[in-house]
């Protein structure tokens, strides 16, 4: 778990307890796939809210109401002149040249199947199916930082306040993506990862158990960042004070629209990506969190919420499972923990199900009977 997180005043339910830039994101590889357009450097999505919902609807002719009310400001956008890479502003590309972008920057080669970077990539997209919660390119980020910093110790003090444990040995738990089943996988992406990235300052991160380290790191502490500029056109309209009438019928036009949406495109509808965030990564998990992240602002501003009261010198517990999972059984909750955590969790709901048989929940039973390959493929996905 994190090291601990605690509440330095009284904090009231709603409260936002604390705003946080990452350390380093990166978007998902597999949002070009999906026609997904981000700022490379802070995920602002980069599609108006209109453009956001007829690409999720499949229906170029949609006219959302209040137009006024999306903050995209397209007038802004700003691209790398070597290889095209998109920013929300000049800041963002400013920012991401000053600490990685020479490094990763692809150039004329941005479209060279056979450049290492590509390569990385490529071998990372064929491992690594969408849904995905961290990427190589976070660890590339890393590694391109420290080769651009003037100070190179700081930013490698800054990265080993992240936990990299590849195993508990108290409790016999190794991080489910370094077992044995996974060697030829995370070898080849190690090759790779020294071809497009090697540093001698950083030799360590290129060793086979500095590699595992490292993908560890990214594995039980990168902070999944969803932006969406059709959801923050909604919370705006959510915020306008209009007559009952017209009210009902925008509340109906974005009811009706969302339904449209999940049938048309499912669960993929945000622009997303993963962070390393300092202070998120101290706070430990409970199965009953009394505060959750969120990024209201359409970038990777992460925002710390109270969900109940939090009184001084109170723990501050987010949680480290989706809402499903949360509600899955002890024995579930916990295999998730133990395989991408590595602890077992006693927060005040597993300890009042200790003595529940060890039953694993339908969903999991469900998917028992799948091949050794589809079950690689889904705990590929699942890092």
């Not at 006219?63 to 890479?85: A, F, G, T, Y």
């Not at 970077?117 to 420290?146: C, D, F, G």
Request: glycine fraction near 4%; include cysteine; charge should be negative.
């Amino acid at each position: 778990q994190g090291k601990g997180l605690f509440a330095t005043r009284n904090i009231r339910k709603g409260e936002t307890v604390f705003v946080e830039r990452p350390v380093v994101a990166s978007q998902f590889l597999w949002n070009a796939l999906y026609n997904y357009r981000a700022c490379d450097h802070c995920l602002r999505a980069l599609e108006t809210a209109e453009e956001n919902a007829q690409r999720l609807l499949g229906r170029s002719s949609l006219v959302l109401p209040h137009p006024e009310q999306c903050s995209i400001r397209k007038d802004l956008h700003q691209q790398c002149p070597r290889c095209q890479v998109t920013y929300c502003s000049a800041e963002c590309r400013r920012a991401a040249l000053e600490q990685y972008h020479q490094v990763l920057c692809l150039g004329p080669s941005r479209d060279d199947p056979t450049h290492p970077l590509n390569k990385l990539q490529e071998a990372w997209r064929n491992m690594h199916y969408p849904p995905e919660t961290s990427s190589i390119m976070l660890m590339a980020r890393m590694v391109a930082t420290i080769k651009q910093a003037k100070d190179k110790e700081w930013w490698s003090k800054t990265f080993s306040q992240f936990c990299s444990k590849t195993a508990n040995e108290e409790e016999e738990i190794v991080h489910k993506l370094l077992g044995d089943k996974f060697k030829g996988q995370l070898e080849l992406l190690r090759l790779l990862f020294t071809e497009a990235l090697y540093d001698e300052y950083l030799s360590r991160w290129f060793t086979p158990e500095g590699f595992r380290s490292l993908f560890a790191l990214i594995g039980t502490n990168g902070q999944g960042i969803g932006t969406s500029s059709l959801s923050q056109w909604v919370h705006a309209c959510d915020a306008l004070d209009l007559p009952m009438l017209q009210r009902e019928e925008l509340d109906a036009f974005i009811d009706q629209l969302y339904k449209d949406i999940e049938k048309e495109s499912g669960e993929f509808l945000n622009c997303e990506g993963s962070g390393l965030y300092v202070l998120q990564s101290c706070c430990n998990h409970s199965c009953i969190p009394n505060a959750e992240t969120s990024f209201p602002e359409n970038n990777f501003l992460l925002h710390l919420t109270a969900l109940e009261d939090i009184e001084a010198g109170e723990e501050i517990c987010i949680s480290y499972l989706d809402c499903c999972q949360r509600e899955r059984s002890r024995h579930s909750r916990n295999k998730i923990l133990r395989e991408n955590y590595l602890f077992t969790c006693s927060c005040p709901k597993c300890l009042a199900q200790a003595d529940d048989p060890d039953v694993t929940s339908d969903e999991e039973e469900e998917g028992e009977g799948e091949t050794d390959d589809a079950e690689l493929e889904d705990e590929m996905t699942d890092v």
